[in-house]
């Protein structure tokens, strides 16, 4: 592994460690939403509960993660195809790699589809 990839592993490392060590009424007790596309548009962006998602993977409940957020779980194991290539770079780990962020930039697509045809459906 070269020293991108420890960087690159360290800083998702330190970010995982810091998003466990918040306290959950950050998360699951907002007043006031944050998220601009939501003020601006009315409608939630393919992202809206991507943060909580991966609060609650930090935590491992898996399916509490899929209800914020589905596309959680495409990230969750990209992520684990990434760590795999870093130490068994292979043409297999690398396909690997490619079809899980196609797949997640899919269903972020098609997930933002969703909620426009939600919201105008009203």
């Not at 601006?40 to 993977?57: K, N, V």
């Not at 898996?62 to 795999?84: E, G």
């Not at 396909?95 to 269903?107: C, D, H, V």
Request: charged share 10%; with cysteine; net charge positive.
């Amino acid at each position: 592994m070269n020293k991108n990839n420890w960087i690159k592993y360290s800083l998702i490392a330190t970010a995982i460690f810091l998003l466990y060590m918040l306290p959950q009424h950050l998360f699951h007790e907002p007043q006031n939403s944050v998220c601009l596309h939501r003020r601006l548009l009315g409608f939630q962006c393919p992202l809206c509960g991507m943060t909580r998602a991966a609060y609650e993977i930090v935590r491992l409940n898996f399916v509490s993660a899929m209800k914020y957020n589905p596309v959680i779980m495409l990230i969750f194991f990209y992520f684990m195809a990434d760590i795999a290539y870093a130490f068994f770079p292979q043409q297999k780990t690398l396909q690997a790699k490619k079809i899980l962020l196609i797949l997640t930039l899919a269903s972020l697509i098609v997930l933002y589809i969703v909620r426009i045809t939600s919201y105008f459906r009203g």
